[in-house]
């Protein structure tokens, strides 16, 4: 089974709804923002596919992401993505609309 985590709070709100949307197999993991360091680095190792606001150098390894998606997130900043970063992302405006076959 591959793992989405939610990161953030903006992101884990759409939690349960992408559940059911979702037609393959999936664990849905949320994470908000105050949870602890050991934690985001747990969280980002084991994740496949990634919603979040933001994304930077600052964040640990996330060695088996294929998917970076990330609502509401302008095009300037993205121009400035990690080189480490071997995923492909996928920019929204917003959640009503995600892919149900990730």
């Known amino acids: 089974m591959l793992n989405v985590l939610l990161l953030n709070a903006y992101s884990a709100n759409h939690a349960e ?3 059911h949307l979702l037609t393959t197999k999936w664990q849905v993991s949320t994470l908000d923002e ?4 050991a934690s985001l680095e747990a969280a980002l190792r084991s994740a496949d596919a990634l919603v979040t606001t933001r994304y930077g150098l600052a964040m640990p390894p ?13 095009t ?3 121009s400035r993505r990690p080189s480490r970063l071997n995923a492909p992302s996928a920019m929204c ?10």
């Open 34 to 37: 105050s949870e602890r360091e």
């Open 62 to 74: 996330a060695p088996r992401l294929k998917l970076i998606q990330t609502p509401v997130s302008g």
């Open 76 to 78: 300037t900043a993205w």
């Open 93 to 102: 405006m917003s959640m009503k609309s995600p892919s149900a076959n990730m």
């Open 17 to 19: 709804r992408l559940r």
